[in-house]
């Protein structure tokens, strides 16, 4: 995917981010190469044009997608393993995928095992991150107040919170 400059995007650490420039640059005696330059919560980084996929630059979920994420959080969550070890490899390989789905199906399980069964500091953590995340790109999205999206989310995750 080739983004514009002004295109929102959300960068793998930074979150949603904007697409503030597109240029030629050469970093550290390097051949030049075209770069994105990326601009999130006054930090700015440049990412590869070719790399962005390796990298995990992505489009930020388009506002008539949302409602398939909502009904997500109407499905029964999957179990996830006890073995703690094992369920954070499954969670990590999961958010690998670096999809909006994949963040979305990780907080609705995560939070639905929270529920269910003490998490560990890992897991909490991990739980953390991902609302974090999930509601900044959903305000987003969605155009609201990151305080609307939070709340909108916990309404959804109330669902998930059912046995």
């Not at 999130?40 to 996929?53: G, K, L």
Request: with cysteine; glycine share 6%; aromatic share 6%.
């Amino acid at each position: 995917m080739q983004f514009q400059i002004n295109d929102q995007v959300i960068h793998p650490v930074h979150g949603v981010a904007r697409i503030a420039g597109i240029r030629n640059e050469e970093f550290f005696g390097g051949k030049p190469r075209l770069y994105y330059q990326v601009v999130a919560n006054n930090t700015t980084v440049w990412i590869p044009v070719d790399a962005q996929q390796a990298i995990g630059l992505r489009g930020l979920t388009a506002k008539r997608d949302l409602p398939r994420y909502r009904r997500l959080f109407k499905v029964p969550p999957t179990p996830l393993n006890n073995d703690h070890g094992k369920r954070h490899l499954e969670l990590s390989n999961r958010l690998k995928q670096r999809s909006f789905q994949a963040v979305c199906l990780v907080l609705r399980d995560l939070t639905a095992r929270s529920m269910n069964k003490p998490l560990t500091g890992a897991d909490t953590a991990l739980l953390q991150k991902v609302r974090e995340d999930f509601e900044q790109e959903w305000a987003a999205a969605s155009g609201k107040s990151i305080d609307a999206a939070r709340a909108e989310v916990e309404t959804m995750l109330q669902h998930a919170r059912k046995p």
